[in-house]
């Protein structure tokens, strides 16, 4: 009889000064687009009935960075992390686990220590800050790709038209695509400079605008191009390159307004689709005055089918001269 009731005051004795079971998480990852950090701390075992019996700590480096004292209901937040807080409704379901703000948050192991009474516990959690590119590999190479390709086409366009123009006054015209030209290929490399691969920031989105927003100057250039262009002009295939081109880059620029506003974007397929659209439709431009040149060239007469007509016409004249 004797032993079993010490058998049973020992338990009772062990259960009073049990300590308190804390979860076990190794770590936690944050990243550029959290706006706090949650580090959890959850006792599994509580049975505090008011808040007078609970004490909270958190540690970092061995110091102590926040504590919660529920006698005064008073939270002390250091002043190195002052966005730090627990939520003290969810302390008697045993929800310590501390929030604070992505500027405060620093990598590293955080301790948390539950006070019940005479019964505590701790936990220990990593927290590790994981890098995530804005956009993925390929969606950034194809943003820069794209634009410089459609660019090098607009060079091509230009190239052929210098060729073909003998007129001093059109060729001044030239002179204004060349240098609006290499405005746009210059705006267009540092905005592809700027907009390296990595997290979201404020200087890769004003690269991307760089690159996607002066393409429209692309548009008038290439309107020009036809223009100037001898026998090309306004012919209804290039007024489909033009709507196609435009239709591009309103694609392109949606889909860059959706991008730039939110840290991961889901759009970028959007914004990659408008500037293939873009870069196809100086391709078409590029092949349609390439044809357009060609033929040209073989439906003119040759010289010398010409200047025989000429040649017996003033022979005739002079003969008519002498009678």
């Known amino acids: 009889m004797w032993p079993l009731v010490v058998v049973l005051l020992l338990n009772s004795a062990y259960c009073g000064s049990a300590q308190l079971i804390l979860n076990v998480t190794k770590f936690v990852e944050y990243t550029n687009c959290n706006t706090t950090v949650l580090l959890p701390c959850i006792v599994y075992n509580i049975e505090a009935t008011g808040l007078e019996e609970l004490f909270v700590k958190w540690k970092f480096g061995g110091k102590y960075i926040f504590t919660y004292d529920g006698a005064k209901r008073e ?50 959690v990593e927290l590790k800050y994981r890098l995530v590119s804005w956009f993925s590999p390929n969606e950034n190479i194809l943003i820069v790709i794209f634009p410089m390709l459609a660019i090098l086409l607009f060079w091509g366009q230009f190239g052929i038209v210098t060729l073909k123009l003998n007129s001093s006054i059109m060729k001044e015209k030239t002179i204004l695509l060349f240098v609006a030209g290499l405005v746009l290929t210059i705006v267009v490399i540092v905005g592809a400079i700027l907009f390296i691969p990595g997290e979201y920031s404020t200087k890769r989105a004003s690269g991307l605008g760089l690159i996607v927003v002066p393409t429209v100057v692309l548009i008038l250039l290439q309107y020009a191009v036809f223009m100037i262009a001898p026998a090309i002009g306004m ?17 392109s620029v949606v889909g860059l307004s959706l991008c730039v506003s939110v840290c991961a974007p889901v759009h970028g397929p959007l914004l990659i689709s408008g500037l293939g659209i873009v870069a196809l439709a100086e391709l078409l431009g590029l092949v349609y005055m390439k044809f357009t040149a060609t033929n040209q060239r073989t439906i003119q007469p040759p010289r010398k089918a010409v200047e025989e007509p000429l040649n017996a016409f003033k022979e005739s004249k002079g003969m008519m001269n002498d009678e």
């Open 235 to 251: 012919s209804s295939f290039s007024i489909a390159i033009l709507i196609l081109q435009v239709l591009g880059f309103v694609l």
């Open 75 to 124: 939270p002390k937040p250091n002043i190195n992390f002052s966005s730090a807080k627990i939520f003290p409704d969810d302390l008697l379901k045993g929800n310590a686990s501390l929030e604070m703000n992505k500027e405060h948050a620093i990598p590293g192991n955080y301790t948390c220590e539950v006070t019940e009474l005479s019964r505590e516990g701790d936990t220990v």
